[in-house]
């Protein structure tokens, strides 16, 4: 493995352990509903990292997916 993919994966690691360990402080916190609604967006972090470093063009349809998904969440969170 490179020297580059070994350093990338030692930083995602370390990223996926500090969500985690973030994620179980916020349920501890009695903060349950509003820590499962922001986990359950996760698969948007993807897509906007992809928009922002990859370039990525988005359909209207996704972007209102991600709009109403984001909506929906500062709704529940209030």
Known sequence: MSR???WAALVAGGVGTVATVLYW??????LLTTT??????YPAVPVLLAVVLLR??????QVS??????????LIAV
């Open 4 to 6: 580059r993919a070994t």
């Open 25 to 30: 402080a916020a349920v501890a916190e009695g």
């Open 36 to 41: 499962t609604v922001l986990a359950s967006l």
């Open 56 to 61: 990525e063009r988005l359909s209207a349809g």
């Open 65 to 74: 997916g991600l709009v109403v998904a984001g909506a929906a969440a500062v």
